[in-house]
Nanobody, 125 residues
Framework: QVQLVESGGGSVQAGGSLRLSCVASGSTYSTNNMGWFRQAPGKEREGVARIYTRGGVSLYADSVKGRFTISQDNAKNIVYLQMNSLKPEDTALYYC??????????????????WGQGTQVTVSS
């Protein structure tokens, strides 16, 4: 089992920044990838970014490329999502996830077995 706890959400004006954190504990060795997903009211969950825990290769959704950065502190089992130039359309509940990913160019929620409870991000115009 892997436990994930997100933090860092909040309310910010458009153009502002937030940094989300996700602390992982438990059997983290059983996974090779950490991802961030988000879900806005009335919309489907969508992938935001992912990172391989060994090697650090990352992938981003087109909607956040150049604005968001995923990073990790392997010694502390923490994954971060730095979000800059936030837009109202970034408003959503953001989830951290851990799983085993075998490649591919898409962020697939089905590849992630473990999920956090989510942290709310609200961006006002």
């Amino acid at each position: 089992q892997v436990q994930l706890v997100e933090s860092g959400g909040g309310s910010v004006q458009a153009g502002g920044s937030l940094r989300l954190s996700c602390v992982a504990s438990g059997s983290t060795y059983s996974t090779n990838n950490m991802g961030w997903f988000r879900q806005a009211p009335g919309k489907e969950r969508e992938g935001v970014a992912r990172i391989y825990t060994r090697g650090g290769v990352s992938l981003y959704a087109d909607s956040v490329k150049g604005r968001f950065t995923i990073s990790q502190d392997n010694a502390k089992n923490i994954v971060y999502l730095q979000m800059n130039s936030l837009k109202p359309e970034d408003t959503a509940l953001y989830y951290c996830a851990a799983g085993t990913v075998f490649g591919g160019a898409a962020l697939m929620a089905d590849e992630y077995r473990y999920w956090g409870q989510g942290t709310q991000v609200t961006v006002s115009s």
